[in-house]
């Protein structure tokens, strides 16, 4: 499975942006999927996720009730509606994909197996 994110750019603070992830090789079938983000000196942080069945996606404290992700499995895509955006939420965001994974991994980047190349988000004050 190869991943290509997009949808990053430059948001003033309040405002929204939508990032999305495709399958360019491979798909999306069977595969939790997710959003990390990362900033320079720290670790990847985990955002949101989403199961093959759709039910019950799951989210960091600090995105919850501003953030939405969603998956079109026909499509193969993954997206991440952003709103309310904040400085802090400034940061490259990865898409990720793992084939299996049990519930306590879902936050943990190494056990996801595939990554997007990442999209840059930054958000003004």
């Known amino acids: 499975v190869q991943l290509q994110a997009c949808g990053g750019g430059l948001v003033q603070a309040g405002g929204s942006l939508r990032l999305s992830c495709a399958a360019s090789v491979g798909t999306f079938r069977g595969y939790t999927l997710a959003w990390f983000r990362q900033t320079t000196g720290k670790e990847r942080e985990f955002v949101a996720g989403?199961?093959?069945?759709?039910?019950?996606?799951f989210y960091a404290d600090s995105v919850k009730g501003r953030f939405t992700i969603s998956r079109d499995n026909a499509k193969t895509t993954l997206h991440l509606q952003m709103n309310s955006l904040q400085p802090e939420d400034t940061a490259i965001y990865y898409c990720?994909?793992?084939?299996?994974?049990?519930?306590?991994?879902?936050?943990?980047?190494?056990?996801?197996?595939?990554w997007g190349q990442g999209t840059k988000v930054t958000v003004s004050s």
């Open positions: 990720a994909a793992a084939q299996r994974i049990i519930h306590s991994q879902l936050g943990v980047p190494s056990a996801y197996d595939y």
């Open positions: 989403i199961k093959w069945t759709n039910s019950n996606p």
